[in-house]
């Protein structure tokens, strides 16, 4: 059974940056795309972030230039990197990752402040 957790999120300022990681493991042989999602307070989640076993990685436009991706396929980890943050980012993050199912994690608190 594939499990996932991440961690790395807080309260940052706008401008600032924080790093958010999340780990996988289980049967991770099936594990092709890993990424991040976000949900706002009364919102829908959105994808923010997918990165493929080669390393192709694809954004949201609202964080292109602000957020990187990174992925270790060795470690089965996947990092984001999040900098020049605005209060608009503020939400809980939910790492994936895409096997034989789509698998969550429990999602990690940002919030980013005027």
């Known amino acids: 059974q594939v499990q996932v957790v991440e961690s790395g999120g807080g309260l940052v300022q706008a401008g600032g940056s924080l790093s958010l990681s999340c780990a996988v493991s289980?049967?991770?042989?099936?594990?092709?795309?890993m990424g991040w999602h976000r949900q706002a307070p009364g919102k829908q989640r959105e994808l923010v972030a997918g990165i493929d076993r080669r390393g192709k990685s694809h954004y949201a436009d609202s964080v292109k230039g602000r957020f990187t991706i990174s992925r270790d396929n060795a470690q089965n980890t996947v990092n984001l990197q999040m900098n020049s943050l605005r209060p608009e980012d503020t939400a809980v993050y939910y790492c994936?990752?895409?096997?034989?199912?789509?698998?969550w994690g429990q999602g990690t608190q940002v919030t980013v402040s005027s």
């Open positions: 994936f990752a895409d096997g034989r199912d789509k698998h």
């Open positions: 289980g049967s991770t042989f099936t594990l092709n795309a």
